[in-house]
């Protein structure tokens, strides 16, 4: 978790400063985007929570967005992974909201993706999302790129202004 201790620890320091907020909705990165965040000391000054949505049934359930909110909207995309984004915000009222979804391995998804393929959002004050795509199966290894993409949009997002 090193490499994204020292990230966060960044990312925290820099949400301290400016008094902003953040919550997470992850799926396949498994909870490491979160704990990178709370592994940061003072993280209850900017991290309000968040969730493994790994499920329609979860993301119904504890993100609030029901079926027709995503109508024609699959998972494992970007557009996907923003819908998540806004209602982790929104939930939590946060300035930020993260999300990310896809396919760790070692097989790709029931929607084609291949393994190692994700998509990561932000919703702020500015909105982006982006796909990465490891190009293997090993899952632990995709779970950590994946959080390591997570946490790298969140800086870029945040350094803008």
């Known amino acids: 978790m090193n490499d994204l201790a020292v990230l966060a620890s960044s990312l925290g320091s820099l949400l301290k400063e400016r008094k902003e907020t953040i919550a997470v909705a992850e799926s396949s ?23 493994v949505i790994y499920t329609a049934a979860a993301r119904r359930a504890l993100l609030g967005v029901p079926d027709a909110a995503v109508e024609g909207i699959r998972s494992s995309t970007e557009a996907y992974a923003l819908v998540k984004a806004r209602a982790v915000r929104a939930l939590l009222g946060t300035t930020w909201g993260l999300a990310e979804t896809g396919a760790t391995g070692p097989t790709g998804n ?44 969140l800086e870029t997002s945040l350094r803008q202004r």
């Open 29 to 51: 990165a498994g909870g490491l985007i979160s704990a990178a965040l709370l592994a940061v000391p003072g993280a209850s000054a900017y991290f309000q929570g968040g969730g």
């Open 110 to 153: 029931r929607y084609g993706d291949a393994p190692g393929h994700a998509c990561i959002a932000i919703a702020g004050r500015m909105e982006r999302a982006i796909t990465l795509e490891t190009r293997h199966g090993d899952r632990e290894r995709n779970m950590w790129s994946f959080a390591q993409a997570a946490l790298e949009l």
